[in-house]
């Protein structure tokens, strides 16, 4: 297993400012994910980072609104840009590794826009 | 697509069994089950690889048809701690990453 810290734990934050949420692992990993929940929803994958290469976006995720950079094998940052209250949710970071390749999740940045 | 899992909720009391289940449109490699409690993040608890794959985690259990593209998790003597949603997660074939796609949740209540 692994284990994932996420800063901030939440935040409060204005319409049209950007905020960079911090994911750190306590072991070198090569695939990093990073993942939106809102409230009583299931998980949507935003993009995987893998260290060394640009970050892979899913459908309807772009870079310009979600940059994201992977400097070594145990941090990953997202930023969320220009936000509106449409940004809310819970932002999850996780990891690949283990025996069987399962992902282990930070405990999230929940994140509220106003 | 987004696998699709059945039911939506189940309320069980102590001690009695449920069956969750995960079906998907696509060909399937793998499922990954997972259990969310509330405010938490999810906790895995196991995978499936192709091939028709059983598994048991204590009393929790899991099968995968692949030819189905379909996956069901097995909860026996249910405990309390039983309790959140559990979310499957499935990966396809192709492509560079192994990138999860989430199923619609199921909330289990266990009461006393």
């Known amino acids: 297993s692994a284990v994932i810290s996420q800063k901030p734990s939440r935040d409060i934050c204005q319409r049209g400012t950007s905020l960079t949420i911090q994911c750190q692992v306590d072991?070198?990993?090569?695939?990093m994910f990073w993942y939106r929940q809102q409230p009583g929803q299931s998980l949507t994958l935003i993009a995987t980072?893998?260290?060394?290469?640009?970050?892979?976006?899913e459908s309807g995720f772009v870079i310009d609104k979600f940059p994201i950079s992977r400097p070594n094998l145990t941090f990953s940052t997202l930023t969320v840009s220009n936000m509106s209250p449409e940004d809310s949710s819970i932002y999850l970071c996780s990891v690949e590794t283990g025996r069987e390749y399962e992902q282990y999740f930070g405990p999230g940045t929940r994140l509220t826009v106003t | 697509q987004q696998p699709v899992q059945s039911p939506q909720a189940v309320i069980l009391r102590e001690g009695e069994d449920a069956v969750i289940n995960c079906s998907s449109s696509k060909a399937l490699y793998s499922v990954h089950w997972y259990r969310q409690k509330h405010g938490e993040a999810p906790v895995f608890l196991m995978i499936l690889l192709k091939g028709g794959e059983q598994k048991g985690h204590e009393k929790i259990s899991a099968s995968f048809n692949e030819k189905k593209q379909q996956s069901s998790l097995y909860l026996t003597a249910s405990q309390l701690s039983y309790s959140g949603t559990y979310f499957c997660?499935?990966?396809?074939?192709?492509?560079?990453?192994?990138?999860?796609?989430f199923g619609t949740g199921t909330l289990l209540a266990v009461q006393p």
């Open positions: 072991s070198q990993v090569t695939m």
């Open positions: 997660g499935t990966e396809g074939y192709g492509g560079a990453t192994n990138k999860l796609i």
């Open positions: 980072a893998n260290q060394g290469s640009e970050a892979t976006y």
